[in-house]
């Protein structure tokens, strides 16, 4: 079944340090995959999506992420995190049947910035 | 212009009660999702719909959840005889077309008492 595990509950970070987000995906075939924020109260807003091609993705926000097959990862970085960035991230995977991407998220890493 | 709205905000029910929980999508939009984030977990595919018609109600938990689309816009997730369990930020998405990219709404945060 597919699944995505995101390891990390909880990551801390300094202002201007950099940021890597974990993401590992369980799918039978090519995955959609997708990574969103959602700040609280707010809805969530999508950073970036793989499809095909390229597997450096470049998203909203300074983000971007490495698709890599062969470790099913899927994670999300940013090289100089800003305390904006302080909010909850999920990684998805949209299985692409019937037309439809029915997304199954991961439990979310929610993401302190120190000042 | 306006994105997914979602009414009420915030939605709190006594055990036993009925509740409908509305969104309106983005103008225009053909497909429409309902997900159910539960506190300190990622959202769980609910029910789909494109245009009226409501083609996978599979993450549907139980008879109790019904979703309607009656013309093809706005949307609404009814829940009979709510229990604690059901407590929940249910959260409305829409796309421009079938396949494309989900815009959520800011969810309504149910609580069940």
């Known amino acids: 079944a597919q699944s995505v595990t995101q390891p990390d509950i909880h990551i801390t970070v300094s202002e201007g340090a950099s940021l890597e987000l974990r993401c590992n995906y369980s799918y039978g075939a090519t995955p959609y995959l997708f990574w969103y924020v959602q700040s609280p109260g707010q809805g969530l807003q999508l950073l970036l999506k793989y499809f095909s091609g390229d597997t450096l993705v470049q998203g909203i926000k300074g983000f971007e992420a490495e698709f890599k097959r062969s470790q099913s990862s899927f994670n999300l970085r940013k090289p100089s995190v800003h305390w904006s960035d302080a909010a909850e991230y999920f990684c998805a995977v949209g299985p692409f049947s019937g037309g439809y991407n029915k997304l199954i998220f991961g439990a979310g890493t929610r993401l302190a910035v120190h000042p | 212009g306006a994105g997914v709205s979602q009414s009420p905000r915030y939605k709190v029910a006594k055990r036993g009660q009925d509740v409908a929980l509305r969104c309106d999508p983005i103008s225009g939009h053909v497909s429409l999702f309902w997900y159910q984030q539960a506190l300190g977990q990622g959202p769980e595919f609910l029910t789909y719909f494109q245009n009226e018609a409501q083609l996978d109600k599979s993450g549907l938990p139980s008879d109790?959840?019904?979703?309607?689309?009656?013309?093809?816009?706005?949307?609404?997730?009814?829940?009979q005889r709510t229990q604690q369990e059901d407590s929940a930020v249910y959260l409305c998405a829409s796309t421009l077309d079938v396949g494309e990219t989900q815009y959520f709404g800011p969810g309504t945060r149910l609580l069940v008492l």
Do not use: D, H, N, Y
């Not at chain 2, 019904?66 to 706005?74: K, L, M, Q």
């Open chain 2, 64 to 79: 109790r959840f019904f979703a309607e689309r009656p013309e093809g816009s706005v949307s609404t997730l009814k829940i």
